[in-house]
Nanobody, 122 residues
Framework: QVQLVESGGGLVQAGGSLRLSCTAS????????MGWFRQAPEKEREFVAT????????YYSDSVKGRFTISRDNAKNTVYLQMNSLKPEDTAVYYC???????????????WGQGTQVTVSS
């Protein structure tokens, strides 16, 4: 069992930056691939980024590539999402999730956090 808690969301102006954190409970964090997803109102949950248990490889959606960076610190049971050059279309609830295998599809993830709101004003 893995419990995930996200933090770091908030309100930021377009062009600004935020760093999201997701801390996991349990001693098996380092064996999981971790992903970030987001869901805007009336839209489906979409993939943002994922990172393998070792830190590489990493994958990004085309919409965030070059602006967002995913990383992890297994000693701290934490995965991060550094978000730069934010755009209003990045506004969504952001979720972290854990999976046994490195995938981009939400269905592949076994455990989910409660989400953190990110709002980017124009």
């Amino acid at each position: 069992q893995v419990q995930l808690v996200e933090s770091g969301g908030g309100l930021v102006q377009a062009g600004g930056s935020l760093r999201l954190s997701c801390t996991a409970s349990g001693r098996t964090f380092s064996s999981y691939a971790m992903g970030w997803f987001r869901q805007a109102p009336e839209k489906e949950r979409e993939f943002v980024a994922t990172i393998s248990w070792s830190g590489a490889p990493v994958y990004y959606s085309d919409s965030v590539k070059g602006r967002f960076t995913i990383s992890r610190d297994n000693a701290k049971n934490t995965v991060y999402l550094q978000m730069n050059s934010l755009k209003p279309e990045d506004t969504a609830v952001y979720y972290c999730a854990a999976a046994r295998v490195l995938r981009t599809a939400p269905v592949a993830y076994d455990y989910w956090g409660q989400g953190t709101q990110v709002t980017v004003s124009s």
